[in-house]
């Protein structure tokens, strides 16, 4: 049977889009909420988005000499951690789509004293301005459920990273428990939108990222497209329940 590929690419949110178009309406999101991500992170999360975020340094037990790519990463959050625990040995490239979520990512670096610490490079999760075979950890936090064609930017994972290299997504996922999954949708629906007009004046794009939640693979589908382009060991961690999940794997 043919492998249905891609099946978020023509969908943003609930809206359906062709999917040449969906890449410019999610860089027009982020160009709107760029300086104003990192605080609406801690708004819809109260906070532990940070707590997340750290257990994915500590899965990926950063150290230095080796290579990294952080992938939507434009503001900084990863690749930061990834900085402070790996020490100034480590080769650290971010890369983003989106220009103003770069330029937020410069200043924050350059407030820390940290001016020549990474390289950063714009481009396309499904299409990275990178060599084969030249990464060994590759991370991606709350971004791949923006890309057009997720099992192209899965692809282009793989082929980036070194053999033995290792993938981490850490992304939104599936609450299991169906009781709560109800009362997370609800809070979700209600209260997000509205956090996005108060604080980033914008409530259409935080509207499009709940929406966006709702139709990225749950934890066992992107696993099973994790194992289709080539990972192996691949397995995740779900996180407060699964609201949200760091899935991880290897290249062989």
Excluded at 94 to 122: H, Q, S, Y
Excluded at 146 to 160: M, Q
């Amino acid at each position: 049977m043919k492998q249905n590929l891609n099946p978020e690419s023509e969908w943003f949110g609930t809206r359906h889009v062709k999917a040449e178009e969906k890449a410019s309406l999610v860089r027009d999101v982020f160009d709107s909420v760029a300086d104003s991500y990192d605080v609406m992170n801690d708004a819809m999360s109260m906070g532990i988005h940070r707590l997340w975020k750290d257990r994915l340094i500590r899965m990926i037990r950063p150290r230095g000499g080796l290579n990294y790519l952080d992938v939507a990463g434009g503001t900084g959050d990863i690749a930061f951690r990834i900085r402070k625990a790996a020490g100034p040995d480590a080769q650290i490239a971010i890369c983003d789509i989106n220009p103003e979520m770069l330029r937020v990512g410069r200043n924050r670096a350059a407030n820390k004293g940290w001016l020549n610490d990474f390289e950063w490079v714009t481009g396309d999760a499904e299409k990275l301005p990178v060599p084969d075979n030249s990464v060994d950890v590759y991370t991606i936090a709350f971004g791949l459920r923006n890309v057009t064609r997720i099992d192209n930017a899965l692809a282009d994972a793989y082929r980036v990273l070194k053999p033995g290299g290792r993938f981490f997504c850490l992304e939104f996922s599936r609450v299991e428990d169906p009781g709560l999954r109800a009362v997370y949708d609800r809070y979700s629906e209600l209260f997000i939108p509205r956090m996005g007009q108060l604080i980033a004046r914008d409530r259409d794009s935080y509207q499009y990222l709940i929406e966006s939640i709702r139709k990225f693979p749950n934890q066992r589908d992107l696993a099973r497209r994790m194992g289709i382009v080539g990972f192996r060991g691949v397995r995740f961690s779900n996180l407060s329940f699964g609201i949200a999940a760091i899935h991880q794997g290897y290249k062989a």
